[in-house]
């Protein structure tokens, strides 16, 4: 009885025994091929995407009353951000970006009150910013400021 369904018994109905050679042949190359480029891109690591992004502390302190010196803190870093965010402890507190020059690109963002945060976000369109958060109150307040940046840093 013959198998159609094996490629030997295929190929031999179409050109004989040489057929059914060669396309074990190549049957073999492409399977060496293969896994030659798999193991190049497996040892290659992963692949960054424009999507990728970490996220870094910037402020984890607590800061004077509004309006006082020390009621800020700024990161020392900027670039690209994703997102610039504060979560404020004690009083509410506010993030902003600043540009490339120092002065505020954004209005400032308050969070309601403590224990609670806010965030801008950023589209990938290449603008330096830097994240910034203050106080805003009129007493000490613990503020953890926080930015993600797209890329490896």
């Known amino acids: ?3 159609f369904l094996t490629t030997q018994g295929i190929l031999a109905t179409r050109g004989g025994h040489a057929a059914a050679q060669r396309a074990r042949r190549w049957g073999v ?6 896994s030659l480029l798999m ?6 690591g992963p692949v960054p995407t424009a999507h990728a992004f970490h996220e870094i502390q910037y402020c984890n302190t607590w800061l004077a009353p509004w309006g006082q010196p020390g009621d800020s ?4 870093w ?6 610039a965010g504060v979560r404020s402890y004690t009083h509410s507190g506010c993030v902003s970006v600043l540009n490339s020059g ?10 309601s009150g403590p224990n609670d945060l806010t965030y ?8 330096y910013r830097r994240g910034i958060v203050r106080n805003n109150a009129g007493g000490s307040n613990h503020v953890y400021g926080w930015y993600q940046a797209y890329g490896a840093h």
């Open 1 to 3: 009885m013959f198998n």
């Open 78 to 83: 900027g670039g690209g951000l994703y997102a």
């Open 73 to 76: 803190c700024a990161a020392n």
């Open 102 to 111: 120092g002065g505020l690109a954004a209005s400032w963002k308050c969070t």
């Open 120 to 127: 801008y976000l950023f589209g990938n369109d290449g603008v």
């Open 29 to 34: 190359v492409a399977a060496l091929a293969t």
């Open 39 to 44: 193991s190049i891109w497996l040892s290659a």
